[in-house]
Each structure stands twice: as C-alpha cells, then as structure tokens.
C-alpha cells in the first residue's frame, strides 16, 4: 500500500488540517507525532527507503525499533494536507533508542520536529503509564491558553481547578489535571525531562508562554483533548475580560458529585476551599 493511502496517514492529515483550522499553527508552530503500530508499517514497507541514522538527541530505550510519523521541523500544519510527504516523515530509531533514521517523507529535504525528545520522550513515559494505549502526542500554540500563562499562577493546581470549572464536562475529559511546565527554552532535553515527567501523571502539559502538549489513545481523542482544554480556556479568559471574578462557579463538593456519577477519579488536591 501506498503510504499516503494509510488510514494512519490519513488520519494525521486529517487532525494537522483540523488543528490548522482552529488557527492553533502560526507560521511552523506546533508539531504532532503518532506510534506506528507494528501491522500498520507492514502495510506500507514497501515505500520505506531508509536513510542515515541522526541522534535523537535524548535516549528513549523502551521505544527501541519503533516507527513514528511525525511532521517536520519549519513545515506549516497549513500544508500538511496539500503536500504531506514534503511536512512529514515516518522515522524509525534504532536499538538503543538513541538515533532515528527518515524511511519516508521530508522528500525536499529537512529533519524531523525541533520538539522531537519532548514528543518521544512523552512518548516513551505513556508506553510505560497505559500499556501501549496511547500513540498520539500532540503540540500546539493555542492563543487563549497561551494567554492565561500570564495572568494564572503556574502550577498544576491553579491550571487544573480554573480550567475544570469553565466546563462541566472538563473534569470527566481531563479527570488527571493538567500539568505545567515554566518557561524554559524550546527544542531540547531540558523541556522533554520536565515535560514528560509531569505526562507520568496528566495527558495534558502546558508550556508557559508558548503552547500546550497532549497524549491521547487516537486522533480523535487527543485532538479533543486540546480542543476542550482551548475551549475552557476561552471560557475563562472571557469570564475575565468582563469582571475580574466569577460571581458563582462549580463547587468543590459539586465535582465531588460529578466524580461519583461519572465514575472518574479526581485529586483531592484539585478540590481546595477559595472563598
Ligand atoms: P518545529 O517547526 O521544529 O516543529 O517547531 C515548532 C514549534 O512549535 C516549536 O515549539
Ligand atoms: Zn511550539
């Protein structure tokens, strides 16, 4: 089969053009990585011409031997649809999970994403955290969460409790919280380390003053991660806008009731008394 005709493939076009349309890709910003399931590369081997080995530039040994789709460093999610084999590649790491190599993609040249250890890295913690479940990691610059890094306190807690209640449906989407990681400079280990310790616990990783991470089961599910996260955020940065406090909002024993008949675990650290 020919790549391009993969539902795989064809699902990632599908949610870069979707996350484009939303207006979360400036220019190159934001970059998405999916797992590559065993049965899937089969289907497609035939196109695989792999070439040289480049360090990743972090180690990942439990995805040793794995292929990943992933779009490339500089291109715009605006094209990804039109031209996906110059925007993406599909790379496979070698033994050690030290050094990946482009089997397919990038076919003008280039490298795979600047955030590809944060990606892997994620990657490599949500094999351990869900058994293999989740395959999907996924970076975005969505402006009204963006803007709340300037205005909230960065910490898990803050995020967390402000953004389950602008939507009652948050804490049964994001029942684990979100994690956030202080400003730190983009494109190396340093923000993988941090951002991937903090998706041992959450699904959701917020980069102060640039952008959001989520990990997800599928295209489906991470990209409605994002977009109900982005959509609480909207929420509140209106809420905002019009008074500087809420004049009523979701309790803490309100969700403590929404917990029960949604059958979801939320922290009890989330659930502090405010007023
Ligand atoms: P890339 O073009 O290298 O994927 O970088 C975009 C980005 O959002 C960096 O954080
Ligand atoms: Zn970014």
């Known amino acids: ?36 399931k065993p ?47 110059d925007s993406c590649c599909i790379i496979e790491l070698d033994g050690q999970g030290e050094n990946y190599r482009v089997c397919w993609g990038l076919v003008n040249g280039g490298r795979p994403t600047s955030e590809l250890p ?42 967390t409790r402000e953004l389950w209640e602008m939507a009652t449906e948050c804490p049964v989407v994001f029942p684990s919280g979100i994690g956030v990681v202080h400003w730190m400079v983009p494109g190396g280990r340093d923000i993988a380390v941090a951002t991937s310790e903090l998706m041992k616990r959450y699904d959701v990783a917020i980069w102060a003053h640039h952008g959001m991470f989520c990990s997800g089961e599928d295209f489906d599910l991470t990209f409605g991660l994002m977009h109900t996260v982005e959509k609480s955020a909207e929420i509140l940065v209106k809420v905002r806008s019009m008074q500087p ?3 009523q909002t979701i309790q803490p024993d309100d969700f403590r009731r929404l917990a029960a008949d949604f059958h979801v675990e939320l922290p009890e650290r989330f659930l502090y008394e405010k007023y």
């Open 1 to 36: 089969m020919k790549v391009l005709d993969a539902e795989f493939v064809q699902g990632f076009i599908r949610m870069a053009d979707d996350g484009w349309l939303q207006g979360w890709h400036e220019r190159n910003g934001g970059n998405l990585s999916y797992r590559v």
């Open 39 to 85: 049965e899937e590369i089969e289907t497609v081997r035939e196109e695989l011409n792999p070439g040289e080995w480049k360090p990743i530039g972090t180690t990942v040994p439990k995805l040793a031997g794995e292929y990943f789709l992933v779009t490339g460093s500089g291109k715009y999610f605006r094209n990804v649809s039109i031209k996906p084999e």
């Open 118 to 159: 944060s990606h892997l890295m994620n990657h490599e913690v949500k094999v351990v955290a869900t058994g293999g479940r989740h395959r999907v990691i996924y970076h975005a610059h969505p402006a009204n969460t963006i803007a709340l890094t300037f205005v909230l306190p960065l910490t898990d807690e803050a995020f």
């Open 245 to 247: 406090y809420k004049r």
